[in-house]
């Protein structure tokens, strides 16, 4: 009995460490990712040297990933956070769709709860979903046209291929073809 109690222990402790090692590869694969899409473009020379170039997409990609940092930041104060939080909103207004909305939502909904003084503990889902959200974003192309390099499935190659969803088949009257 002693002993099948001391088995469930050490398997618990197997799986809390499992968990926490996928975390912790997880988050430092999506930083490894992030900073790889904020790097500057360098370009050998012929004489040997390199050029160090940082362009428009490589900015905006860094600015996205400092933005995604200070969303996963623990232990701000209260004006910090609505700080980042702000930038953020104003970032993702700058275009309109679902995705977009959802962020809005939820950024107004935290900061809604922070005013009125809630604990930290019950922000713990709402800014694991907004990060979650954040990070979508950043990885779509249609935000973040650096992340076009990173896509599992070129997006010239979705563009051609004859599936689509179905609201943008286009819709032909009886009768015509």
């Given amino acids: 009995r002693e002993l099948l109690h001391k088995e ?6 197997i799986d809390q460490l499992k968990i926490h090692a996928k975390t912790h590869n997880r988050d430092s694969k999506i930083k490894k990712k992030l900073e790889s899409m904020a790097n500057p473009k360098v370009w050998p020379q012929n004489d040997g ?5 940082h362009t428009p997409y490589t900015t905006r990609a860094k600015e996205l990933m400092d933005l995604y940092s200070g969303l996963r930041l623990p232990l701000l104060t209260v004006d910090e956070r609505l700080d980042v ?3 953020v909103k104003w970032t993702v207004k700058e ?3 679902n995705l977009t909305r959802e962020i809005v939502d939820l ?3 935290e900061a809604d709860m922070l005013n009125r003084g809630r604990p930290e503990k019950s922000f713990a889902g709402l800014r694991k979903r907004l990060a979650n959200l ?4 950043l990885e779509a192309p249609e935000f973040n046209p650096e992340a076009m390099k990173f896509q599992k499935v070129s997006r010239q190659l979705y563009d051609q291929s004859s599936t689509h969803p179905l609201s ?7 009768g015509q073809v």
């Fill in 134 to 137: 954040f990070l979508q974003f």
């Fill in 49 to 53: 040297e390199t050029t160090t170039v």
């Fill in 85 to 87: 939080l702000l930038h």
């Fill in 95 to 97: 275009f309109d769709c």
């Fill in 107 to 109: 950024i107004d909904r």
């Fill in 168 to 174: 943008t088949v286009p819709i032909r009257a009886l």
């Fill in 8 to 13: 469930t222990k050490l398997l618990q402790t």
